[in-house]
């Protein structure tokens, strides 16, 4: 079976549940717009599309020739996530309070598991951290096709740049190029940092390229022209002061600790076709009450997601653009 989270939020009974994922779904739109799956395994297995087969012609009397498409065996694990929030029963119990103390731990611990997984959404690395799920950035450089990594060639669209169409004219040759490598020619998110967004509609407006849609929230999306992509911001990390993605990139698209000056932008097609996400079994959150110990009240919250690409042309980027 598959569902957005909208639809498991909305089947959600517990109330600790509902608003755990009433806060993913606010905070992260790769959670609110990503379809999931239960796979009821710690992995899943699937054919992912490597070549289409060939098609020929044939002259009257002929047999046709035999073809077929090749297809990749592939396999992705799921992601642990969760953890412990003990409150001290004394700050549960006391009446000069005006909030609920474990309500506001609840809503902390669910935007930090948000942010955490659209981090890990764009820079999981197997190689650094193999507990985490692998982010599109890491596939993009080791897994998928050359051609679906675009070179900026470090343009420069940082706001003491001289000339704004030269920078913009460049950038929208980008972004049309950037959509010609989806099946279809429209994926359904740009994703950038927000200094790179805002610098892309300080040039779109002034060209009157782009409207808006709205998200599940009623909140304004600005989408990239009408019925186009979304034109998002990747966020910031849970420490809420890093950019999930950064400005400090090195040429070549990768994260750098301090001598990088570019930046990316990244597009994706989400479906059951294109990008996916999985889930050994629903999220789970439970109110453990007060501990043997009698000193905190505890809750606790596990999920188990993860990402697989069914189609390698779900995701592209344009690296080694200069922002700031």
Known sequence: MAYTLSDFYAQATQPLKKGVFDVFRKESFIMDKLPFETSGTLSI????????????????GEAYTESKGVLEPMNEEVC???GYIDVPKEYVE??????????????????SMAYKFQDMFFNGNPVTNNKEMV???WRLVNDLAAAQSIDG??????PDTALTTTWFNRLLDLMDEL???????KPDAFLMNRTLKLRLLSGVRAAQAFTTTKDSYGREIPTWGEGGPMILDAGLKADQSTNIITNLENNDGNPSSAAGTETSIYAVKFGEEHLKGFQMKELEA???????SRISYRDYISWTPGIFLVN??????????QAS
């Open 45 to 60: 297995n699937y054919l992912r599309t490597k070549t289409l087969p060939d098609i020929t012609a044939r002259n009257v």
């Open 80 to 82: 642990l996530l969760g």
């Open 94 to 111: 006391a009446k000069n309070t005006v909030q609920d103390i474990r309500a506001v731990q609840r809503k902390m611990f669910s935007q």
């Open 135 to 137: 982010g599109i950035r």
């Open 153 to 158: 060639n470090a343009l420069d669209v940082s």
């Open 179 to 185: 959509q010609s490598l989806f099946p279809d020619g």
């Open 286 to 292: 439970t109110d453990i009450g007060l501990l043997e």
């Open 312 to 321: 390698p042309r779900a995701v592209a980027r344009v690296y080694g653009i």
